[in-house]
């Protein structure tokens, strides 16, 4: 048998919400958070270059402008956007 002083405090509304989130309830929460932050993580793009840098040797300036293409595929998951793209 509970003593009425403490019996109060058990009833308590703050006591109530404890034992609703202090069990099972933080457990699956803790649980769905992590399964859906992981499911997140592994959809991703991911950008493959055949190579990552070219020498263009010595160029003469009468020679006029070079170009030189890399070639890269997305080999992740999602579409792969390209922002702010800048030659060095």
Do not use: C
Request: glycine residues 6%.
């Amino acid at each position: 048998m509970i003593p009425k002083d403490r019996k109060q405090e058990w009833n308590s509304p703050e006591k109530s919400r404890n034992r609703l989130f202090g069990g099972k309830m933080k457990k699956i929460l803790i649980v769905i958070v992590i399964l859906l932050l992981s499911n997140l993580l592994m959809a991703l793009p991911e950008i493959t270059f055949k190579e990552m840098e070219h020498d263009f040797g010595t160029i003469k300036e009468e020679d006029g402008p070079v170009e030189y293409k890399f070639e890269f595929t997305n080999t992740g998951d999602e579409p792969l956007k390209l922002i702010r793209v800048k030659a060095t």
